[in-house]
Structure formats: C-alpha cells, structure tokens
Nanobody, 122 residues
Framework: QVQLVESGGGLVQTGDSLRLSCAASGRGFSTYAMGWFRQAPGKERESVAAISRDGGATGYAPSVKGRFTISRDNAKSTVYLQMNSLRPEDTAVYYC???????????????WGQGTQVTVSL
C-alpha cells in the first residue's frame, strides 16, 4: 500500500550532522505511524525513533535522545531524521518503516524502505 525510499546518508566526521529523508508513495501516508531503525554489521536491527501519524507523539532510543529528531510532513508524504552530534557508534544502514501504531517495536511495522548508509568517521 505504501512504498518507502530513504535518502540523505553519507560519510561524515564525528560531530557532524545529517538529515535523512524517507519519501513515501502510495495512498494513506498520513494514516501510518513511521519509524527509523538502523542496523550495523554483525548487530541486530534496533529502533531509533518513531512518530505518530499526526506527528503529535515521538519516541527515541536512549542512545540518540537529545541528538536526533524525527519529524514528518504529511503534505509532502515525507518523514525525516535530523541527526546531530554524530558519533562512530551511529554508523549503520538506516531504514524507515510504516506501521499501524506508534511504537518502537520493530515487529509492528509492515512496510520498509531499502535503507541508506550512514558512516561516521573519527
């Protein structure tokens, strides 16, 4: 029902900022909660941030709280992840996903993008 495409990843240095975008196509973007997740080589996929369908509620993993901000623009069918004060530990493939409820739980999300690589060097 919805297709997701992430963009904005790249190679940056410690302390730099990036803004990831996730563009949605198909009907009903505003009816979905959205989340950002990441997976580093050899590690489990982990939740990063989530936002309710109207943007009124957000949640963050403790490791990124205060540094990352999730937002959405329903008129543009796009969700963003602003990442500040990046650290090498943030290096991962970042995925956006859509689901029926606002949650940090990975299994609740039904639709996934292809991912975008973020690499943070020292």
């Amino acid at each position: 029902q919805v297709q997701l495409v992430e963009s904005g990843g790249g190679l940056v240095q410690t302390g730099d900022s990036l803004r990831l975008s996730c563009a949605a196509s198909g009907r009903g973007f505003s009816t979905y909660a959205m989340g950002w997740f990441r997976q580093a080589p050899g590690k489990e996929r982990e939740s990063v941030a989530a936002i309710s369908r109207d943007g009124g509620a957000t949640g963050y993993a403790p490791s990124v709280k205060g540094r990352f901000t999730i937002s959405r623009d329903n008129a543009k069918s796009t969700v963003y992840l602003q990442m500040n004060s990046l650290r090498p530990e943030d290096t991962a493939v970042y995925y956006c996903a859509a689901g029926p409820i606002w949650t940090m739980r990975i299994s609740a999300y039904n639709y996934w993008g292809q991912g975008t690589q973020v690499t943070v060097s020292l």
